[in-house]
């Protein structure tokens, strides 16, 4: 069975702090896919990155940077010097790789106070 | 270029009736899921339609169902409608890809409420 833990419900920090966004996920498969949304207020949902299973190299994109560990199935999202803007939901989620089926977690509400 | 369309946004029914959702793809993309979001639940699949054919379904009961059209958008329907059907449910489509699931790309999703 396929399942992505964010145990992280709620955050809150101030802006310029450095956040981490926890998510460790499971699944015995040996290929699948790993990604990070985002859904601000407005409540569309944003894709930020896509990995796969065979790709551990972390990744950095401007104050966005994401740890993935396959040894603790974790893929683990840092914003650095947060901003207001920042604020939102984010969701982890995992597919096996047939077809566009995600399995989500349950979400990180953010909240970065100015 | 034009986003995911789907409508209506917000609708409200009664328990018992029945309803349809529609959505309306990216160009070009072939693959529609759609998911129902929820407070308690958070997003779960429901199914997903590429080419017109049913590839993927998640583990809701047979009051859900979906089709999608030679042009690519899709319908829900929902049956017999329950208390617990009210939700957000969003729509998302997808290139095709040889190489693993694509990113999705949502609508702003239609808003259901049960009454």
């Known amino acids: 069975a396929q399942k992505v833990t964010q145990a992280q419900t709620e955050i809150s920090v101030v802006e310029k702090e450095d956040v981490t966004l926890d998510c460790v996920y499971e699944t015995r498969d040996t290929t699948y896919y790993l990604f990070w949304y985002k859904q601000p207020p407005s409540g569309e949902l944003v894709f930020l990155i896509r990995r796969n299973s065979f790709d551990e190299q972390n990744e950095i994109s401007g104050r966005y940077s994401w740890n993935f560990q396959k040894s603790t199935s974790s893929f683990n999202f840092t914003i650095t010097a947060s901003q207001v803007v920042d604020s939102a939901v984010y969701f982890c989620a995992l597919s096996r790789g047939a077809g566009n089926q995600f399995y989500f977690g349950t979400g990180t509400s953010l909240t970065v106070i100015p | 270029k034009a986003g995911v369309t789907q409508t209506p946004r917000y609708l409200i029914k009664t328990r018992g009736q029945q309803v349809t959702l529609s959505c309306s793809p990216i160009?070009?993309?072939?693959?529609v899921s759609w998911y129902q979001q929820t407070p308690g639940q958070g997003l779960q699949f429901l199914f997903e339609?590429?080419?017109?054919?049913?590839?993927n379904k998640g583990n809701f009961p047979g009051r859900f169902s979906g089709r999608q059209f030679s042009n690519s958008r899709s319908e829900m329907n929902v049956s017999t409608l329950e208390l617990g059907d009210s939700a957000l449910y969003l729509c998302a489509s997808s290139l095709a890809s040889t190489s693993g699931p694509g990113e999705l790309f949502f609508g702003e999703g239609s808003r259901l409420t049960v009454l």
């Open positions: 160009s070009g993309h072939r693959s």
């Open positions: 339609y590429f080419s017109e054919t049913q590839r």
